[in-house]
């Protein structure tokens, strides 16, 4: 069983950052899709990013430029580095996965078959 435990939100400033990070246990396909979504009460869940077996990053427009995705293979850990971030990236953050050969696109993100419990990003202006 795949298991995903978030951690790192908190409140910042706009214009700050964040790093948010994710252990990931449970595994042992070479091949698979992490990602990382987000939910704001009211909203619709939005896919950030994802990054692939092959080490491939795909970011949703919003965040390009300014988030940065990445898989520590030896630690087995998901991190989101977050910069410049704006009062429109407050959100619960969830760190997401799925095993074998899948589609892996940053909007798609949500959709993946595992999820952690999420950790909130509080962001003000």
């Known amino acids: 069983q795949v298991q995903l435990v978030e951690s790192g939100g908190g409140s910042v400033q706009a214009g700050g950052s964040l790093r948010l990070s994710c252990a990931i246990s449970g595994y042992t396909d070479s091949s698979y899709c992490l990602g ?12 950030v990013a994802v990054v692939d077996s092959d080490g491939k990053t795909k970011y949703v427009d919003s965040v390009k430029g300014r988030f940065s ?8 850990t998901l ?9 429109e990236d407050t959100a619960m953050y969830y760190c997401a996965a799925e095993m074998g050969r899948v589609v892996c696109r ?17 962001v003000s202006s």
């Open 36 to 47: 990382w979504f987000r939910q704001s009460p009211g909203k619709e869940r939005e896919g």
């Open 79 to 87: 991190y989101l580095q977050m910069n410049s971030l704006k009062p």
């Open 69 to 76: 995705i990445s898989h520590d293979k030896v630690r087995n």
């Open 106 to 122: 940053a909007t798609l993100s949500a959709d993946l078959a595992y999820r952690g419990q999420g950790t909130q990003v509080i």
